[in-house]
């Protein structure tokens, strides 16, 4: 079935550090996957995506990867700032003409960063 | 239209009694989607309305919860004989058509079942 997991499930980095979060997905039928942040008592917020047909993706301090082999992809924030800390999410949806566009979340990372 | 908005954005219900949320999605937005997120988790998928057409259900979804979106526009989530397993968030989302894929997510609403 679809399923999304997501790892670490908590990160902690000091102010300036990299954070690094990664899933991995199983329907080999996904060919979106955008990223979510997700404050506490708000709505999640697309922070970016990327396309099955990209391997990497940039936008200032945020990057992220996709390895369609491994069915891996990852989010990458250099120079973590305090309001980076919040909740983030990853995501897949199958692409097809019959696809709904439904999302699978992974299950989540807190991410703090301290001063 | 400055994006999805739910309402309400609270809703505190005694067990077995029915409630209802409203979605309004962005205005030019035909794909709609409703989402179940407890603490500490994901969303979870829970059905998905192309205008006014309910395309997909997921087996989240029992016999007791029902959605429309009678006119294409905004949506209703109905939960009969709420039970406080039906405690969580309910968001709502949109998108605009497959080739782009962006969904915005409403604020959600809060249940809880006493």
């Known amino acids: 079935g679809e399923n999304v997991e997501q790892h670490p499930s908590t990160l902690s980095v000091q102010e300036g550090d990299s954070a690094v979060i990664k899933c991995t997905y199983s329907?080999?039928?996904?060919?979106?996957f955008p990223w979510y942040k997700q404050e506490l008592g708000k709505r999640p917020q697309l922070i970016i995506d990327?396309?099955?047909?990209?391997g990497e993706k940039k936008d200032q301090r945020i990057a992220v990867t996709l390895n369609k082999t491994a069915k891996h992809f990852s989010l990458h924030i250099t120079e973590t700032q305090p309001e980076d800390s919040a909740v983030y999410f990853c995501a897949a949806r199958r692409r097809g003409s019959s696809n709904t566009g439904k999302l699978i979340f992974g299950q989540g990372t807190t991410l703090q960063v301290k001063p | 239209d400055t994006g999805v908005s739910q309402d309400p954005r609270h809703k505190i219900t005694k067990r077995g009694q029915n409630v209802t949320f409203r979605c309004d999605p962005i205005?030019?937005?035909?794909?709609l989607y409703w989402y179940r997120q407890t603490l500490g988790q994901g969303p979870e998928f829970l059905t998905y309305f192309q205008n006014e057409a309910q395309l997909e259900k997921s087996r989240l979804l029992s016999d007791r919860f029902s959605a429309e979106r009678p006119k294409g526009s905004f949506s209703t989530l109905e939960i009969q004989r709420t039970e406080q397993g039906d405690s969580a968030m309910y968001l709502c989302?949109?998108?605009?058509?497959?080739?782009?894929?962006?969904?915005?997510f409403g604020q959600g609403t809060r249940l809880t079942v006493v």
């Open positions: 990327i396309r099955s047909n990209v």
């Open positions: 329907d080999s039928a996904s060919n979106y």
């Open positions: 205005s030019e937005h035909n794909r």
């Open positions: 989302a949109s998108s605009f058509r497959d080739r782009d894929p962006e969904a915005f």
